[in-house]
């Protein structure tokens, strides 16, 4: 059974950090590309930063220098550090795995997706 958990969700203050975990099972982990997605609250779900196979990797260009993806293959395991948290980065973190080979910010290249984890940046 596929499984991604994701946590480290917290409420911070604006400037703080927080790393977000996502632990899977149920599949190859070094087979599939991950990604990290958020979501505001009533928008639809965007791509904030993708990790492929072979460890390229892929960021939404307004949040490529606050923050940084990257994988565990021996701990199944892909983690997202944030840095100089901003109100306007409050959202629900989702963690996913696609088949593609190259890191992708598209949804729909994503098959297998966790509950989410919540951050809340306030000012």
């Known amino acids: 059974q596929v499984q991604l958990v994701e946590s480290g969700g917290d409420s911070v203050q604006a400037g703080g950090s927080l790393t977000l975990t996502c632990l899977t099972s149920g599949f190859p982990f070094t087979s599939r590309t991950m990604g990290w997605f958020r979501q505001f609250p009533g928008k639809v779900r965007e791509g904030v930063a993708s990790i492929a196979q072979d460890g390229t990797t892929n960021y939404l260009p307004s949040l490529k220098s606050r923050f940084t993806i990257t994988r565990d293959n021996a701990k199944n395991t892909v983690h997202l550090q944030m840095y100089s948290l901003k109100p306007e980065d409050t959202a629900r973190y989702y963690c996913?795995?696609?088949?593609?080979?190259?890191?992708?910010?598209?949804?729909?290249?994503?098959?297998?997706w966790g509950q989410g984890t919540q951050v809340t940046v306030s000012s």
């Open positions: 996913a795995a696609g088949d593609k080979y190259f890191a992708t910010l598209y949804t729909y290249n994503y098959n297998d």
